[in-house]
C-alpha cells in the first residue's frame, strides 16, 4: 500500500505514517530538496526496471518534475546522449540550461528531431522513457527505441493511448511498465540528493504559501512557468 495513492496523502494538518516508513534526513540536506526525495525515487524505480546502464542513450518524453528527474538520472547514471521532448517552452528552457537537449514536439516531429542527436551508428534510443502520457506519445516513443531497445511507460494515461504494437514487435522493442516506488528506491533517493549526485535545486522554480496552493494548480494546469513547487505553510 503506497501513502498518497490507496491512502490519503499529504494535503492535511496531520498524517499518521507508519514508524517503518521513515527515513531520517540527514542535517546537511536542506529541506527544500528533501521534499523531492518521493519523485526522485519515482524516477530510480523506473529506471532500475530498465537495462539502461553507463554508455547507454535515453529519451524522455515529458519535462514535467518527473520527465525532467528522468533525464537527470539518466545524465547522472553515465548516458551518452539523453534528450527530452517538450512543449512547454519554460521546461525546455529549464533542461536545456542544465545541458540536456529540449525538443519542441509541436513545432518539429518529436522522432526524426530525437534521432537527429544520435551518433551515426545509432539506430535509435537504447531506453525510451514516456513521462508525457499524450495519445500519441507512446507511439512515438516506440519509433524512438532502437531495436531491441525498450520503452518505459512512466505517465499516466487518459484515454487510450496510441501504442504502435505493430512497430514494437517488427523491431522486438520490450515494453515496460512502472508503478511508484518502494521503501529502497527511498533510500536511494535520498542518497543521491544527499551526495549531489542528483543536483536538484534548478527544478525549484516557485515557493509559495498555502493561500497560493489553487493558483499554482491554475498555473500548472494552463501550462505557465512553474516546474516544481514547493508549498511553505507559514
Not at 501513502?3 to 494538518?13: I, K, P, S, Y
Not at 530538496?33 to 526496471?49: D, F, I, K, N, S
Not at 551518452?80 to 542544465?98: D, K, L, W
Not at 528506491?185 to 525549484?204: C, M, W, Y
Amino acid at each position: 500500500m503506497i501513502l498518497g495513492v490507496e491512502t490519503d496523502g499529504v494535503f492535511a494538518q496531520y498524517v499518521r505514517v507508519p514508524v517503518e516508513n521513515l527515513l531520517k534526513i540527514p542535517d546537511e540536506v536542506p529541506s527544500e530538496e528533501a521534499a523531492l526525495v518521493q519523485p526522485v525515487a519515482v524516477v530510480v524505480h523506473a529506471l532500475r526496471r530498465t537495462a539502461f546502464q553507463g554508455g547507454g542513450t535515453a529519451a524522455v518524453l515529458g519535462a514535467g518534475p518527473i520527465g525532467a528527474l528522468l533525464a537527470m538520472l539518466a545524465q547522472a547514471s553515465g548516458g551518452t546522449t539523453v534528450i527530452v521532448s517538450e512543449p512547454n517552452s519554460f521546461r525546455r528552457s529549464v533542461m536545456e540550461g542544465m545541458g540536456i537537449p529540449a525538443i519542441d514536439p509541436l513545432s518539429e516531429d518529436a522522432v526524426s528531431a530525437a534521432l537527429s542527436h544520435l551518433g551515426e551508428r545509432d539506430e535509435g534510443f537504447d531506453v525510451v522513457f514516456d513521462a508525457a502520457g499524450s495519445t500519441n506519445s507512446l507511439r512515438q516513443a516506440t519509433e524512438m527505441a532502437r531495436v531491441g531497445g525498450q520503452v518505459m511507460m512512466v505517465a499516466t494515461y487518459h484515454g487510450n493511448p496510441e501504442m504502435g504494437i505493430m512497430t514494437a514487435r517488427k523491431r522486438e522493442v520490450d515494453m515496460l511498465t512502472t508503478r511508484a516506488h518502494n521503501f529502497d528506491d527511498f533510500r536511494a533517493s535520498l542518497n543521491l540528493i544527499a551526495s549531489r549526485q542528483l543536483d536538484v535545486r534548478p527544478l525549484i522554480t516557485n515557493k509559495i504559501g498555502l493561500d497560493e496552493v489553487p493558483g499554482a494548480f491554475d498555473t500548472l494546469s494552463s501550462g505557465g512557468p512553474m516546474m516544481k513547487v514547493l508549498c511553505q505553510p507559514s
